[in-house]
């Protein structure tokens, strides 16, 4: 099956820094999602991106599906973003299960 | 408020006990979705429907079941089957038409 990977797995920010995480994947998707969960376990949809480039906020977001990978940019990272961010594509069209990677766990620091 | 809500947020059992984890979701959604967090991973698929009265095994469908009676509501059961029951369920819906999953804030269930 398709495999996600996603780096780095962890990652120790100052308060005000900027970072870049990725998620490679191992086959052609048609759909890419990002997620940010909370330490209280809640999933938050970021981004909904299977090519191209989003931006909200201080957050963006780069797919080049014909490469294989998606990039996760946070600007001017708050102590709010600490968490987990994972990346989950499809498998096929339609209604289908996401496949997630294991995530970047994030700590930012005042 | 639309959304999905997952209840209890937390709960205990003792081993060899069948537990029924709640998911509703107010969304008008068709498709359903369970999955599994254990510490440090990602999340796998347990089941999903697409409709009323119809679901599919997932990776680990393994020690669980499910039902989908009511198009709101995807109630998943850890059996006794299961041997490593204690993790964090999540549900997550989506619309036809759409390509973006939400989830409800979770379960976590520990089995002793």
């Known amino acids: 099956g398709i495999q996600v990977e996603q780096s780095p797995p962890d990652l120790i920010l100052q308060e005000g820094a900027n970072s870049t995480l990725r998620c490679n994947f191992s086959d052609s998707v048609n759909n890419l999602q990002w997620f940010h969960q909370n330490p209280w376990g809640q999933l938050i949809n970021l981004f909904y991106?299977?090519?191209g480039t989003k931006q909200n906020g201080r957050l963006s977001a780069t797919t080049v599906a014909t490469e294989r990978y998606s990039l996760l940019y946070i600007s001017s990272s708050q102590t709010t973003d600490s968490g987990v961010y994972f990346c989950?594509?499809?498998?096929?069209?339609?209604?289908?299960?996401?496949?997630f990677g294991k995530g970047t766990r994030l700590s930012v620091i005042a | 408020d639309g959304g999905i809500t997952q209840s209890p947020k937390y709960l205990f059992r003792k081993e060899g006990q069948n537990v029924t984890l709640s998911c509703e979701q107010n969304?008008?959604?068709?498709?359903m979705y369970w999955y599994r967090q254990d510490p440090g991973q990602g999340l796998r698929l347990i089941y999903y429907s697409q409709i009323v009265n119809d679901f599919q095994k997932g990776d680990i469908a393994e020690g669980y079941s499910v039902s989908r009676e009511k198009k709101e509501s995807f109630p998943l059961t850890v059996t006794s089957a299961q041997k490593n029951p204690t993790a964090f369920y999540l549900c997550a819906s989506m619309g036809t038409g759409s390509y973006e999953q939400y989830f409800g804030p979770g379960t976590r269930l520990t089995v002793t």
């Open positions: 969304l008008n959604h068709d498709a």
């Open positions: 991106i299977p090519s």
């Open positions: 989950a594509v499809y498998r096929y069209s339609g209604n289908t299960p996401l496949v």
